[in-house]
Every structure is written in C-alpha cells, then in structure tokens.
C-alpha cells in the first residue's frame, strides 16, 4: 500500500500546472482527458480584490463538493467528477469549459435583492435563473440566451441541457439540504464539455458558490461570512460538512 503511495506521488510530480484561479489549481495529469484539481486555503471576495489565508478551508470545501457531486451522480446526474485523491484533491474529466455561470435563485438575497432593492429572506415564487458572461475582467455581467448564441458561446440546445441539469440539481440539493437544517438559497453552477462531446456539471459545489441559512437561526452558513466578515470561514464550512455528512450516512 505504501508502495502504491509512494508511486502514486512520483506520477503527480510529473503533473503540468494549467491554471491557479481564486480557488483552485488545475494540473494536467499523464492522461490528457484528466485534470488534478488542488482546493486551496484561501478565500477571494469582489472577483480576487480581497483575499486571505484560511487553514484548512481547501479541505473543507473539497470534502462538500465531492459529497454533493456524488450525490448528483447517484442520482443521474452526469458530472465531470471521478474520485478524490487526497483531502484537498481530486480528479476529474477535463472540460472545454463554457465560459458562463449559471445562477439559480429560490430566495431573495444578494446581488438580487441589491439590484431590485429588496429585502433578503424572501422565498421566490418560482426559481429564478440568470447567466453570467465568466470574466473577472468585465466582473462577470449577465448575458441573456440572444447573446450568449449570437456570440457563439453555446447554442439554444447547449443552453437548454444545461439549464434543465440546473433544474435538476436544485430539484435534488433543496431537499437534500433542507434535511441537514439548511435553506438552499442561491447557488452558482458551471459546465464544460469532454472530449466525446458530452455536456456535464463541473466546477465544484461548496459553500463557496452558494448561499445556505441555517433553517432554525437563518444565520449565514456560506462565503457570505466571509464576504461580509460575520463568522470563521473554515468552522462554518466543517459544521455544513457534518451536517451533509450525516444525513447523506442515513442512506437519502
Ligand atoms: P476561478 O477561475 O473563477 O478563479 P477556481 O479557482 O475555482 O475559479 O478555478 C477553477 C477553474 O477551473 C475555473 O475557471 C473553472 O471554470 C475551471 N474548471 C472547473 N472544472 C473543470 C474541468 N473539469 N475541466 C477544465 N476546467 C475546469
Ligand atoms: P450573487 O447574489 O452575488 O449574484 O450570487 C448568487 C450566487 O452565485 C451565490 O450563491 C454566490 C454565487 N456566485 C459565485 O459562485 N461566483 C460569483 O462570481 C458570483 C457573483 C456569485
């Protein structure tokens, strides 16, 4: 086993760095259709203007979105996901990633309720979907479906697949996390396609890009107490942890 280890290792010296972003690094790994995703110990706010040092956040980040994105697989949904690789790494299938964030809403809060000027808190009559125009650049704007295909990012097909995928995650997580004491507020996916073609969830799934109230205080379980310096970033990420751990353990 330490053998294995130990090789294991050596085979991950010799991975390429592709990309150091806010919150992650990617590798190239020997097999060009994997990457080695690092979850880093650091936290950014208004697109990387404002960021700091957490221990043991690319740990706790990394253990919720493995959770989740096997949970979504489990429960047919296609991701880029293949297995974890140590505390705060793992692989996964490498995307040509489509250059859009995909927002869902079922509660009033954030850039929705300052863009509106609204109150947080309230719940939505119907989930909300905006896209976002990935550029830290251009600090993200929206982009609407006429846009997005006349400028050849994806096509109404492509945008239709991925926006039923989004109905489906939120169909799944909203429960998932009502039954851990949480209120799945808002949250942030992204897509990419593999080398066959195929369109599949990717990025991560944390409290890093999305809100969670806790159902009994409301208070903040997410980025937010960073964002808004209310609470310790890395205990609020292990106590949703526990949390998902726990009722994902009772067999939902
Ligand atoms: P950001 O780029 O927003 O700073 P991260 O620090 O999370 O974000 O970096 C991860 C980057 O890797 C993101 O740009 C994301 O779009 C990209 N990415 C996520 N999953 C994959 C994948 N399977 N293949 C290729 N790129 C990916
Ligand atoms: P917003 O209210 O700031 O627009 O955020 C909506 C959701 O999207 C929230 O869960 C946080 C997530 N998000 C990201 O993951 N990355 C981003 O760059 C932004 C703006 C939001």
């Not at 869902?104 to 909300?128: C, I, M, S």
């Not at 125009?133 to 479906?145: G, M, Q, V, Y």
């Not at 205080?217 to 310790?232: G, P, S």
């Not at 970033?233 to 726990?246: F, I, K, M, N």
């Amino acid at each position: 086993m330490i053998i294995v280890r130990v090789f294991e290792r050596k085979f991950l010296e010799m991975d390429k760095l592709l990309y150091t972003g806010k919150a992650k690094e990617m590798w190239q790994t020997a097999d060009p259709d994997v990457l080695r995703v690092v979850y880093l110990d650091q936290a950014t706010a208004l697109n990387g203007k404002r960021k700091e040092h957490f221990a043991g956040k690319g740990k706790a980040a990394n253990a919720i979105s493995s959770l989740v994105f096997r949970y979504l697989m489990d429960h047919g949904v296609a991701t880029h996901f293949i297995k974890k690789l140590s505390a705060n790494e793992d692989l996964v299938k490498k995307c040509q990633m489509f250059p859009l964030e995909f927002v869902t809403r079922n509660v009033v809060a954030g850039h929705f309720a300052t863009r509106y000027g609204l109150k947080e808190g309230a719940v939505l009559a119907n989930p909300v979907e905006e896209t976002f125009f990935k550029s830290d650049d251009l600090d993200d704007p929206f982009i609407n479906e006429s846009a997005t295909v006349a400028l050849k990012i994806a096509s109404h097909q492509d945008l239709m697949q991925m926006w039923n995928i989004c109905r489906k995650v939120n169909d799944l997580l909203r429960p998932l996390f009502a039954k851990a004491g949480m209120q799945l507020v808002d949250f942030k996916l992204e897509f990419g396609r593999l080398s066959n073609g195929e369109i599949v969830l990717a990025d991560e799934f944390s409290p890093d890009n999305c809100r969670l109230w806790d159902t009994a205080t409301n208070h903040h379980m997410d980025k937010d107490v960073y964002r808004r310096k209310i609470a310790d970033l890395t205990q609020t990420y292990d106590e949703v942890l526990a949390r998902l751990q726990a009722v994902i353990k009772e067999g939902n």
